[in-house]
């Protein structure tokens, strides 16, 4: 089969016309051997398929990242390169074009973003510009879909160009590009757009800081209100209409004292299955990772697929750069620090946006620690709002704290190194629906795919230990620890352990313990520091590998004993 | 509106909104050419657009694209400012 590449700079709205030209069928891909995502679909032209790769975004093709890296390989396995060209910065993306038709494969060139050329104040001459170019130049505008048909018929046109030539260093091929554009792009003054404005007011040393706090707080609303709205209208409906039936069922059918009832259903809650506190695998175990978090997740991607589109988060990466590289960190692990206030799980994953090694460690270790959930985010306000918000503020803190004094001693502790900070700002832009809707559902495939059968299998093993009476002996354990301490009564074990496989179901159990203001307030830091989920514990070894885990645990363990014990002493 | 030379400044040193010519960037093959990659290279019209306190990264304007860069990178370039004079001075 054809496979056609599709090459360019970063924010060049590769991927919105990468959905234009593609049906369904897109999958997510690693590079082999890296951790590089890249995009396959098919698209069809005439009678035939061929495949269509959204290559990573590249400057250039000398890489200077891994993702140029991953481009450079691509290119090898090409036939066809679709090079996509951001109108509106036509000189660093001829850079590219150059370098791309100096290697012998044919290049039909995309002119995206066309419309936005007009109040910009550009206007580019493109029969000039295909003249001196060789090779077919089509305006696009990937958003809409305008000129995507046209592009997919001269696609055939793509060639080499005749008059080909090899640059001798970049310095030649820079003056090439610039004679190039001066002989097609004329500029005018334009006023500033409403855009525009927004843009200034959000790299303002004040401005910039206001404009976060009110787009973080947008964010937070809408992933409860959106992730709630999921689960009360959606998730539990079908867990109570379709499921329960079906469990009732097996339940007779195992009868409530064997083995594999306790195993596959749970504990019946008078009669009934109560999928917070059964812990069978397909009850609790099913409902938790679905009907809990998946609607939360789901609603984060929503917000920061629109947000990554929007182009804000690159502003709030140089907003954080600061602060973040005393963590160890660079301005963009902010990014996955955000996920993680909706859900540790794709927080996680998203580490892998970070360069360094000792980045990706410290952003997931902090991540799993100190970055609390929206779900159990939303108990704590509900159960320890009850004593008196401030006990929650003292929560906020101290993992606000935690996450701070961890991520300054990581940044001495962990060898390695962390890049300074070198991102294009893009404009902001009105994102489109669809491209954050498939973005959506291939983040959220991945997460079902990945975590679902270990969370499950996990869910299994815990019940058969917990038949076995491992539990009781945890808890004896730990009770010296729990009383000695945190000052904590000996039950909290069990909510503490229970907390490995969720966490607002284990705070949950903290309620009917009768504990006083301060016992709360260290049992639910206690209960946030310790051990992520289960679902988030299993992409954190998937991301960091089996020893930098343990690390992590270790570092864990060691940070909420000092935590618990703060507290302790402190209040 | 005239212009006149005002020597040279590192980017840390200009002022918000200051904008002038890349004269020289210092620093090794590698990150010269990454700053080119983004369009940023001796000859070119820059603007500083923002800088973030305590020493954080320093945010230009080069054509139409904005590119935000660390203290130490934006330490390391070269710039020779344009002066304007406000008018009737």
Redesign the interface.
Known sequence: MMRILLVGNPNVGKSALFSRLTGIRVTISNYPGTTVEFTRGHIKLGEEQAELIDVPGS??L?P?SRAEEVAVEMLKEGDLVINVVDA??L??NL?LTLQLLERRIPVIVALNMWDDTRH?G?DIDLARLEDLLGVPVVPTVGITGQGVSDLVRRLPEAKVPESHRAYAN?DER?ARVGDIVSQVQTLSHRHHTWTEVL??AS???VG?VVIALLVLAATFWFVRLGGEAIIDYVAEPLFEWLWTPLLMRLSVALGPESFWHGALVGKLIEGQIDYFQSFGMLSTGLFIPLAAVAPFIISFYLALGFLEDAGYL?RL???M??LLHRLGLH?YAIIPTILGLGCNVPAVMATRILESRKERFIAATLISIGVPCAVLQAMIIGLVGQYGMVYVAIIYGSLFASWVVIGLLLNRLVKGFTP????????YRLPSLRVILEKLWLRLSGVVKHALPIILATVLVVNILYNFGLFDALASIAAPVLTGLWGLPKETVVAIIIGFLRKDAAMGMLAPLALTAKQMVISSTVLAMFFPCVATFVVLARELGVRDVLKAVGVMIVAVLIMGSLQNLIL | MTTQQEGLLTLTEMRTGQAGTVVEILGGHGFVRRLETLGIRPGKKVTKVSSTLFHGPVTLKVDKAQVALGFGMARKILVEVDKYLPRGS
């Open positions: 400057y250039t000398e200077s509106t910065n000189e660093r850079n910009r550009i970049s820079w843009e200034d790299s303002h040393r910039g690159p990466a140089v907003l750069d600061t301005g300074e900070l070198l991102i294009e700002i893009p404009p």
